[in-house]
């Protein structure tokens, strides 16, 4: 268990509907980052924050944003979802800095109707 | 940009066999590389992490190896189980803003009994 929890685990919204996936840590590490998975793509990088109010983007981050406004928590938000947006949702933080092992939460399954 | 590759996607073997999984990368610029398992419908674990500085890396059945100037990482695991069926994914990461993991599309082994 790396302390990580992940909400909610399942959703389903309509198209057009914001969402907000949350992250939480209980470690106080720095890293944290945001992955999607999706069959025929693998995991793709979203967005990454390298402490409070420092995040930046990933590979695939158009559509979405993040916000960190306390070490523990990371929130995702789907500001108008899209159906190319359901996918496996994966938090992820990074424990030794000098090693930069990554750690992942339990993922969210988001369906966009 | 790092692209990964992990050959075979699948791989069938009976109880008692070793695995060996490969995995190849683009970019030889790598900071480390990070081994993972992957249950169905669940998260993923981490099993080694490998530096860039290093040749290999033991933990229990497990070994890794890294070749850094030929971009090519293998797994081995030895006297295979049951219990080792999952999808095995290789992520090398760069040594830049985020130390960001570049995923492979993953071996999907299966040991049978």
């Known amino acids: 268990d790396a302390g990580i929890t992940q909400s909610p685990r399942h959703k389903v919204t309509e198209t057009g509907t914001p969402v907000t996936l949350r992250c939480h840590q209980t470690?106080?590490?720095?890293?944290m980052y945001w992955y999607r998975q999706d069959p025929g793509h693998g995991l793709r990088l979203i967005h990454y924050s390298y402490g409070v109010k420092d995040t930046d983007k990933g590979e695939v981050s158009d559509g979405y944003s993040v916000s960190r406004s306390k070490t523990e928590d990371f929130l995702l938000t789907l500001e108008s979802a899209t159906s190319s947006q359901t996918s496996v949702y994966f938090c992820a933080i990074s424990k030794r800095e000098g090693q930069n092992e990554q750690f992942f939460g339990p993922g969210t399954r988001l369906t966009v109707l | 940009k790092q692209e990964v590759t992990q050959i075979p996607a699948a791989l069938s073997v009976p109880e008692g066999e070793n695995l060996v999984l490969n995995c190849s990368f683009t970019?030889?610029?790598?900071?480390?590389l990070q081994w993972f398992r992957q249950d169905p419908g669940k998260g993923l674990t981490s099993l080694l992490l490998i530096q860039s500085s290093q040749r290999e890396q033991t933990s229990g059945r497990l070994n890794a190896s890294l070749d850094k100037s030929s971009g090519r990482s293998t797994l081995y695991i030895a006297a295979s189980q049951p219990g080792d069926s999952a999808t095995y994914l290789c992520a090398p990461s760069i040594k830049a803003a985020g130390n960001k993991l570049t995923f492979g599309g993953g071996t999907r082994v299966l040991v049978k009994p």
């Open positions: 470690e106080n590490h720095r890293y």
């Open positions: 970019d030889s610029a790598i900071y480390n």
